[in-house]
C-alpha cells in the first residue's frame, strides 16, 4: 500500500523548469524538448502518482467505515456509569421551564463525520471515473500529445476536486475535534445509565471533544452558579484510530494537491514564457 507514495518531486520539477525558462529565447527545437518533457511528467503523474493516492485514499475511508461500526456495535462504550460532585446556590427559579429545542446527541456529532467522510468516499470514486475517461488520451503517444495544454484541463479539474475534498476531511475531523454545543439533555431514552438514577430536575450534557465524552451538570427550572465545575471525560475506542486514519490520508491528499498544482504552475510558467 505504500509503494504509491515513491513519487517524483514535483516542486523540483518546478524549480529546474523556471531555471530553464528564464535564459535567453530559446529555438523553437528546445521549446518543444521543454514541451515533452513537460508533458511526459504530467502524463506519469497523473497515471501513477494521483491515481495509487486515489485508490490508496478510498481504501482507508473504508476502514474508517469499518471502526465505525466497531464503534456502533460496541455499547458498552458509550454507556458508563458516571459519577460527579458538584456544589450549587441557588438565587432565584425562572419564570416558567425553558424549552430545549433541537439539541443534536452525541451519537449526531459521530453520525455527521461518518456522512462527511463517506461523501468524500463517492468524490474520490468520481475523480477515480473521471481520470479513467482521460486514460487514453494520457497513453496516447501521437505527436499531439506533447502538447502541453492537452492535459491543462485535466490537471485543473484534478486539482480543484482534490482540494474540495481535502476541506471537507478537515471539516469531518473538526465536527469531533473542535469544542461542540451540540450536546444532549439526560432523559431516560438515551444511551447513557446513571447508578442511582438522576433525579429529573438534573440535566447532564455530554459532547465529543478530541475522542473522548466530555460532559457538564445543571439542574432544570433553577439558576445555577456552579462553585466547582465538574468535568467528566469518557475515552471512545476506535474513536482516535478514526482520527489518525483520517489525519493520514488528508496529508497525504494535500501533498497530492501541492504536486497537481506545482504542475499547473510549470504550465503558467512556460506558456508565459513563449507566448
Known amino acids: 500500500m505504500a509503494a504509491h507514495r515513491n513519487s517524483y518531486s514535483v516542486p523540483q ?78 438565587r432565584s427559579p425562572f419564570g416558567g421551564t425553558a424549552a430545549c429545542g433541537n439539541q443534536y446527541c452525541v451519537l449526531n456529532q459521530i453520525l455527521e463525520f461518518h456522512g462527511i467522510a463517506q461523501g468524500q468516499v463517492g468524490r474520490l470514486a468520481a475523480l477515480k471515473e473521471f481520470m479513467l475517461t482521460q486514460r487514453h488520451d494520457l497513453m496516447n503517444d501521437e505527436p499531439s500529445n506533447d502538447d502541453v495544454d492537452v492535459y491543462v484541463g485535466i490537471v485543473q479539474r484534478t486539482f480543484q476536486s482534490l482540494g474540495r475534498i481535502c476541506q471537507e476531511l478537515r471539516n469531518a475531523a473538526n465536527v469531533l475535534r473542535l469544542p461542540s454545543r451540540r450536546r444532549f439533555p439526560y432523559c431516560s431514552h438515551v444511551d447513557h445509565t446513571f447508578k442511582p438514577a438522576l433525579p429529573s430536575e438534573v440535566i447532564v450534557d455530554f459532547s465529543i471533544h478530541r475522542g473522548e465524552l466530555v460532559g457538564g451538570v445543571a439542574f432544570r427550572g433553577q439558576k445555577v452558579e456552579i462553585v466547582e465545575y465538574s468535568r467528566v471525560s469518557v475515552p471512545i475506542p476506535q474513536l482516535e484510530e478514526m482520527l489518525c486514519h483520517l489525519d493520514e490520508q488528508i496529508a497525504w491528499l494535500v501533498h497530492v494537491r501541492d504536486n497537481v498544482k506545482a504542475l499547473l504552475d510549470c504550465q503558467d510558467l512556460y506558456g508565459d514564457y513563449y507566448d
Open 13 to 90: 520539477l518546478t524549480s529546474a523548469m523556471s531555471s530553464s525558462l528564464t535564459q535567453p529565447a530559446a529555438p523553437v527545437d528546445l521549446r518543444a524538448e521543454h514541451d515533452e518533457e513537460l508533458s511526459a511528467w504530467t502524463r506519469y503523474y497523473l497515471l501513477k502518482d494521483v491515481n495509487s493516492s486515489i485508490e490508496y485514499a478510498q481504501h482507508e475511508l473504508e476502514r474508517i467505515d469499518f471502526l465505525w461500526g466497531r464503534i456502533r456495535s460496541d455499547r458498552g462504550a458509550v454507556s458508563p456509569a458516571i459519577k460527579a460532585d458538584i456544589r450549587v446556590e441557588v
